[in-house]
């Protein structure tokens, strides 16, 4: 016995049959225990309560995956540690992703002197690179994922990440400085080449960033989740936001923004799709939030979706055979005018159909079972 009591185990025995006071019972008992473990890894007051938090709810998801109640308390540890290392490794992440945006802003800044305040041409300059160089500078520098990371996502060694990153970098300077200098191919507007053939009936509609430096503050979770749970799923940092939803969970966790008063509008943002199933967008959720539109990239099936979400279930609308690679950067831009409904990705028609059924309401992003990059998210009004 690892130093669980018998009234331990009697509790332990009542909370397996659904008893909420005998584990509730349970976490007091063992409180120190948990926020002990934890505090020592992270060494952050709020942190730790939050991390404990979470320890709490996993451990009551899979008390029946316990073999022997006697080693009730090694179990909790060993949770309660993976935990604080997961909260850990995500500090850490937030932490590189902003050296590498510094870094990697700092690629346009040449000898030569390119004003560092030319970002169309540095996000031109990254569109051009060849399709494996810019998925792994994509997902180094934007996304903030290591080097080793990016090697088992890829299925390549991390020497030919490095080489590829050494490599990007070189060809980036050299595509700044002829852009700059007006050398260069005149491809500066191929980037919104799909938001020129989605927008443009009424002339020209300003875009409207949805993600600044500030972060998420404009943003706001659904009315079913609370802050401090989205905050472990979503990390900001500057204009790229990753969601990483547990593999273990049946729900999604969507961040909106908006009101009932938008209505018709497109939204521009990039995807990531990096590991797991869904990486979705969300478009005109009522105001009670129980009906909206998804757009879904569904990486089992290989295909993109338009569905219809409401109390009743979920209606495809749209279905169409689309290759979606893990890492690989998506172009994505939705329309929706009324009735109609379209989506490009990198520029190309992809889903376009009619439906009445929802006429106004916000957007959200949304990960389900899967970790995702979104990144440069824009809307504009189109009334």
């Not at 998801?61 to 109640?69: A, C, F, G, V």
């Not at 090694?74 to 540690?81: D, E, M, N, P």
């Not at 503050?217 to 472990?232: F, S, V």
């Amino acid at each position: 016995m690892d130093g669980t009591s018998l009234y331990d185990i009697n509790l332990i025995n009542q909370a397996r049959r659904g008893t909420e006071s005998a584990f509730t019972a349970l976490v007091n008992r063992n409180r120190s225990l948990v926020f002990g473990t934890i505090c020592a890894v992270l060494k952050n007051a709020d942190d730790t309560a939050d991390a404990a938090q979470e320890t709490f709810i996993l451990a009551f998801r899979h008390l029946d995956q316990l073999e022997d109640s006697e080693r009730f308390s090694s179990w909790l540890h060993s949770i309660a540690r993976n935990v604080a290392l997961k909260w850990l490794r995500k500090r850490t992440l937030e932490a590189r992703g902003l050296s590498r945006v510094r870094e990697y802003s700092q690629i346009a800044q040449t000898e030569n002197g390119m004003p560092p305040n030319r970002t169309s041409y540095l996000k031109e300059a990254i569109r051009l690179l060849p399709q494996p160089d810019r998925t792994t500078t994509t997902l180094y520098y934007l996304v903030g994922l290591s080097q080793e990371k990016i090697a088992s996502a890829v299925g390549i060694p991390v020497g030919t990440v490095k080489s590829r990153l050494h490599r990007s970098r070189q060809q980036l300077k050299r595509r700044l400085l002829d852009m700059e200098r007006g050398t260069s191919d005149n491809r500066g507007n191929q980037q919104d080449y799909g938001r020129r053939v989605v927008a443009g009936m009424r002339g020209v509609i300003h875009w409207q960033k949805l993600i600044e430096n500030h972060g998420l503050a404009n943003w706001r979770t659904a009315q079913e989740h609370n802050e401090a749970k989205m905050d472990h799923v979503w990390t900001c940092t500057g204009e790229a936001i990753v969601g990483e939803a547990d593999y273990m969970s049946d729900e999604g966790y969507p961040l909106i923004i908006g009101d009932s008063s938008w209505k018709d509008y497109e939204l521009s943002l990039l995807i990531t799709p990096i590991s797991g199933g869904n990486a979705q967008v969300f478009f005109r959720i009522s105001e009670d939030e129980r009906n909206w539109y998804l757009l879904d990239f569904l990486l089992g099936w290989q295909a993109v979706a338009i569905s219809k979400v409401a109390p009743e279930g979920l209606t495809k609308l749209s279905v169409v055979n689309y290759p979606i690679e893990l890492g690989q950067e998506y172009d994505v831009q939705i329309a929706a005018r009324e009735a109609s409904l379209t989506t490009y990705i990198d520029g190309k028609l992809v889903n376009q159909l009619t439906d009445f059924s929802y006429q106004s309401g916000p957007i959200a992003l949304n990960v389900w079972q899967c970790k995702t990059a979104f990144r440069d998210v824009r809307l504009r009004h189109l009334h």
